[in-house]
């Protein structure tokens, strides 16, 4: 595979160089982009449980559970938060316009979805808050 | 466009479209009640108030038929939608879609053998009695 084959992909005339790409096109980049995480993050999730479930009794789990529960795992789950809730209500957008809702207004759907994630995302933050930052008090 | 580039509609088919649509709403729905069910719902009297996730407390979700239900439907849902989405991705690039069998093929293989793993991870969760 020659590099030249991907300049539809990286070059500067290509559609997807930062300063030819609209707001639909970034919207696009960023669903296929936060798919591919969250593809990879499902068999992580998966991995992790069945490994940790096979031992008898589920002590394994139970100390995987409170590992997880540790300040910098959390933080780390609200990056998946971002992720989910975006991808969410993009994905909520794209499903609208097939629909056939919006269409003419696609810039304001994609701002009220985007202000929806955001409501959303800063409600996810303020239910794990008191996990990350124990001392704090919620 | 460029040239070198195929209409995913084309390639990917109307179904899987389709498909991908209603299992997007589903997943919304099975994610909020993943995690009320995982993180908010006190499932027995020793466990209340305990944010921590629990072997025990898993276990006794687990050991109703509602449960097992929404927990592998979600586990469809996911597989068919994410590896679909990947498809989708993949044949973007005009490497993949001269290879659209094996790639169709080895994205089944790999779904119905995580629908298969899916049932030996609830497993123990299930047999442990509650």
Known sequence: MKISSFKWLFGKNSEFWPTNMKTGMWAWVGHRLTGLVLVAYVFLHLSFISTASMAEGGADFDTLMATTSQPLFVAMDFLLVIVVIYHAMNGLRVVLFDLGIGIRRQKLVFWVTMAVAAILIVGGLLAIWHLVFPEGGA | MAENRV???????????????????????????????????????ETSGESLITFDEVSIRLDQLLYIVVDYGMLSMVLLHGLNGLRTVLFDFDMFVKRRKLIDVGLWVVGVATLIWGIVILFPFITNGG
């Open chain 2, 7 to 45: 209409a995913t509609s084309k390639v990917a088919g109307t179904w899987a479209w389709a498909f991908q649509r209603l299992s997007a709403v589903l997943l919304i729905i099975f994610l909020a009640m993943h995690l009320y069910a995982s993180h908010f719902m006190d499932v027995s009297e």
